[in-house]
C-alpha cells in the first residue's frame, strides 16, 4: 500500500465534491479498494499504486472539466468513469465563447459581437464602437476570459477613464478603491458572471486579474495579456496613445466605446474619435461597429437609442430655448 498527495490547485474543493459530498461520494463509490481522504484543497489516497494512479487521472480529468464549464455532476462523474478517462471534454456548441458561473453559456449573440469574435482572432487590436447596450464590453470580457482559460496569456487588465468624477476623486469619502470602484464596477459585474466568485477575489488579490483606471496605466509595459479599455469615448488623445503604446509581447487589446456619449468637457477632445481617424490603415489592426440592432437590453433602450440618432444629438447637446 502507497500514499499519494493529490493538490486540488484552481478550482474550489465545494464544485469537486458536490453538495454534502455527494460527488466525492459517488467518486469514492468507483474505487472501493482506495482509502481516500478530502480536506480542503487535498486529498490523501491510500491503495495500490495502479489504482491510485487511475483515480489520479479521473481527479485531473474532473479538474479540467471544472475549469473550463464550471460545473460538474453527478452524470459527468459517470460518463467519464465509465469511458475509462479517455474521453474528451464535450464539444462547445457554435459560438459559444466561455462557460460562465454555473455552467451558463456566454456566447456572440448578434451579427456584431460575432463579428467582433473573428476579428479579435485575426488582430492583435480592435476597435469596438458602438451605443450603450450592444454587449461590446460583456463580449470583450469573455474573449479576455476565454484566453485566460485556454492559457493564450497569463492575466486579464481591464481598466476606464475616471472622467465621470473628472479623475479628481477627493471630494468622495472613503480610501482611493472605494473611491473608484463605482467607476469599474461595471467591469466587475461581467466577471461576477464568468469567473466564481472566490477565484475572482483570488485573482485579484495575486494581480492575475487587474481592474484599475486608465490613469494606472502609464509607464507599464502590458505582456501576455488581454487588455481591454472600456468607455475609450472618454479618454483624451494623450490618453489613448498611452494605453495604446503600453502594448507588449503576446498581448491582445480590444477599446470599447460609444461616440455618442462623451463625458469630456469638450467633446472634440475625445482621443477615441481621433484614433479612429488617423490608425484605420494600420495592419492588425480592426474596428467593429455596433448599431441599434446588437442593443440587447430591455427593448425600450433601443428606441431610445434610435430617437437620439433620428434627432441627430446626443445627451451632451444643448437644449433649445
Do not use: W
Given at each position: 500500500?502507497?500514499?499519494?498527495l493529490?493538490y486540488?490547485?484552481?478550482i474550489e474543493?465545494?464544485?469537486l465534491?458536490?453538495v454534502?459530498?455527494?460527488?466525492?461520494?459517488?467518486?469514492?463509490?468507483f474505487?472501493?479498494?482506495l482509502?481516500?481522504?478530502?480536506?480542503?484543497?487535498?486529498?490523501?489516497?491510500?491503495g495500490?499504486?495502479?489504482?491510485?494512479a487511475r483515480f489520479?487521472?479521473?481527479?485531473?480529468?474532473l479538474?479540467e472539466h471544472?475549469?473550463k464549464f464550471?460545473?460538474?455532476?453527478?452524470?459527468?462523474v459517470?460518463?467519464?468513469?465509465q469511458?475509462?478517462?479517455?474521453?474528451?471534454l464535450?464539444?462547445?456548441?457554435?459560438?459559444?465563447?466561455?462557460?460562465?458561473n454555473?455552467g451558463?453559456?456566454?456566447s456572440a449573440?448578434?451579427?456584431?459581437?460575432?463579428?467582433?469574435?473573428?476579428e479579435y482572432?485575426?488582430?492583435?487590436?480592435?476597435f469596438?464602437i458602438?451605443?450603450?447596450?450592444?454587449g461590446?464590453t460583456?463580449t470583450?470580457i469573455?474573449?479576455?476570459?476565454?484566453?485566460f482559460k485556454?492559457?493564450?496569456?497569463?492575466k486579464?487588465?481591464?481598466?476606464?477613464?475616471?472622467?465621470e468624477?473628472?479623475?479628481?476623486?477627493?471630494?468622495?469619502?472613503g480610501?482611493l478603491?472605494?473611491?473608484?470602484?463605482p467607476?469599474?464596477q461595471p467591469l466587475?459585474?461581467a466577471l461576477h458572471?464568468m469567473?466564481?466568485?472566490r477565484?475572482?477575489?483570488?485573482?485579484?488579490?495575486?494581480?492575475?486579474?487587474?481592474?484599475?483606471?486608465l490613469?494606472?496605466?502609464?509607464?507599464r509595459?502590458?505582456?501576455?495579456?488581454?487588455?481591454i479599455l472600456?468607455?475609450?469615448?472618454?479618454?483624451t488623445?494623450?490618453?489613448l496613445?498611452?494605453f495604446?503604446t503600453?502594448m507588449?509581447?503576446?498581448?491582445?487589446?480590444?477599446?470599447?466605446?460609444?461616440?455618442?456619449?462623451i463625458?469630456?468637457?469638450?467633446?472634440?477632445k475625445?482621443?477615441?474619435?481621433n484614433?479612429?481617424?488617423?490608425l484605420?490603415?494600420i495592419?492588425?489592426?480592426s474596428?467593429?461597429?455596433f448599431?441599434?440592432?446588437?442593443?440587447?437590453?430591455?427593448?425600450?433602450?433601443?428606441?431610445?437609442?434610435k430617437?437620439?440618432?433620428?434627432?441627430?444629438?446626443?445627451?451632451?447637446d444643448?437644449?433649445?430655448?
Amino acid at each position: 500500500m502507497i500514499e499519494q498527495l493529490i493538490y486540488l490547485e484552481g478550482i474550489e474543493p465545494a464544485t469537486l465534491y458536490g453538495v454534502n459530498n455527494s460527488l466525492l461520494n459517488k467518486i469514492k463509490s468507483f474505487f472501493p479498494k482506495l482509502k481516500i481522504i478530502a480536506r480542503g484543497n487535498e486529498m490523501r489516497v491510500f491503495g495500490d499504486e495502479d489504482e491510485i494512479a487511475r483515480f489520479d487521472d479521473l481527479i485531473h480529468v474532473l479538474i479540467e472539466h471544472l475549469l473550463k464549464f464550471n460545473r460538474l455532476t453527478e452524470n459527468d462523474v459517470e460518463n467519464f468513469i465509465q469511458g475509462e478517462y479517455q474521453e474528451t471534454l464535450p464539444k462547445e456548441p457554435s459560438g459559444v465563447l466561455v462557460y460562465g458561473n454555473h455552467g451558463k453559456m456566454i456566447s456572440a449573440r448578434t451579427v456584431n459581437q460575432q463579428k467582433l469574435v473573428g476579428e479579435y482572432n485575426n488582430n492583435d487590436l480592435v476597435f469596438a464602437i458602438g451605443p450603450a447596450g450592444t454587449g461590446k464590453t460583456y463580449t470583450a470580457i469573455a474573449l479576455a476570459v476565454r484566453a485566460f482559460k485556454n492559457k493564450e496569456v497569463k492575466k486579464i487588465i481591464l481598466t476606464r477613464p475616471a472622467v465621470e468624477a473628472g479623475e479628481r476623486l477627493g471630494f468622495l469619502p472613503g480610501d482611493l478603491k472605494e473611491k473608484l470602484d463605482p467607476y469599474l464596477q461595471p467591469l466587475y459585474d461581467a466577471l461576477h458572471d464568468m469567473v466564481p466568485v472566490r477565484r475572482l477575489k483570488d485573482y485579484i488579490d495575486d494581480g492575475t486579474i487587474q481592474i484599475a483606471p486608465l490613469a494606472y496605466m502609464r509607464g507599464r509595459t502590458l505582456d501576455n495579456a488581454a487588455v481591454i479599455l472600456d468607455e475609450a469615448q472618454n479618454a483624451t488623445s494623450s490618453q489613448l496613445k498611452m494605453f495604446l503604446t503600453r502594448m507588449g509581447k503576446s498581448a491582445k487589446f480590444i477599446v470599447t466605446g460609444d461616440i455618442t456619449q462623451i463625458d469630456l468637457p469638450d467633446t472634440s477632445k475625445s482621443g477615441l474619435i481621433n484614433a479612429l481617424k488617423i490608425l484605420g490603415t494600420i495592419k492588425g489592426l480592426s474596428v467593429v461597429y455596433f448599431d441599434e440592432r446588437d442593443i440587447i437590453r430591455h427593448r425600450l433602450v433601443k428606441l431610445i437609442v434610435k430617437a437620439y440618432e433620428k434627432k441627430g444629438r446626443t445627451g451632451q447637446d444643448k437644449e433649445k430655448p
